[in-house]
């Protein structure tokens, strides 16, 4: 008889969680080893995100660490997981743009396919690769390039087609930390130098996700990555995996060695970065974002706001701001009143930012 799986509470599944995404405690390992662990950091906004989400996470972190890898071409921006922009190693780049296709697919057909009927979009795709490999472009440009063949099209519509259907990478100084520039575009086989892996595996995905971001369902899975109908891969995987059940009864499933630390491992303050895969990595965002705060930290038109974690929890947000004058300000905003020791540490972490940013002011706003 099968003995019925453990029981994980949801402090349990959140210790679990810190473990895996270093934030109990900070890692030497190098940035692109940790870009590469984490399966990408989200990275829409340029260019803090990335920055910010590796400085939560590893000892004696600087913006070189991860400008130099960008610059030498081993870490690319490019769209992946929910079809939104992330900074990934260039091997994951060639792995993973393969895998989530069907994710780019389905976003595109539902938002500007129907701009495009009749239009060959292969023909498309062969067009935007002959003039993004020339130069690398931004979208507004390849467009109007796109639509001088095509009278009465829709550029942007277009652009979204290269998007689509080709593997088009942020070429720098785009996302680049303390530089600026237009998000313009090359195919990640141009850039790279190689070609797309032929053979990507949705069984290393997952074991993978399961390392960063476990113990977890499939629709934990398919909520990171954005695929769908991911079942059976856990189920072929099951053998070599254990499983367990969380507080409402939900199956999840893990790696047998990974790091599931006591409920009780105390859980340091820490300012986690805006857009952060930490809480957008989960169907069921409870383990770290308390349902209350939700909307307050996600907000109706898409924004992700950094979040102040207090004894591994969601309890506020913050953010880095620089004036005109290139005045700096980390402002914390908790949304309940902080224990003495756990405002001194939030008051470290935002100090820690500043050093990080340069130099500047700390507030802390009060509760509310």
Known sequence: MTAEPAVLTTRALNRALLARQHLLARSTMTAAAMVRHLGGLQAQAA???????LLARLDGFAPEHLTEPIERREAVRIALHRGTIHLVTAEDCLTLRPLVQPVLEQGFRGNHGKLLDGVDLDAVA???RELVEAQPRTFQQLGALLAESRPGRDPGALAQAARCFLPLVQVPPRGIWGRSGAAAHTTAEH???RPLDPAPSLDD??????AAFGPAGVADLQKWCGLSRLGPVLKRLAPGLVTFRDEHGRLLYDLPDAPRPDPSVPAPVRLVAPFDNLVLSHADRTRVLPEEYRPRLMTQNGIVLGILLVDGMAAGSWQLTEGRGGERTVLVRPYAALRKDDRREAEAEAERVLAFAGGGEVRIECAG
Request: aromatic residues 16%; charged residues 10%.
């Open 126 to 128: 062969a067009e935007a």
């Open 191 to 193: 850039w790279l130098g």
């Open 47 to 53: 260019p803090q995100p990335p920055y910010l989400g």
């Open 205 to 210: 995905l997952a074991l993978r996700y399961l």
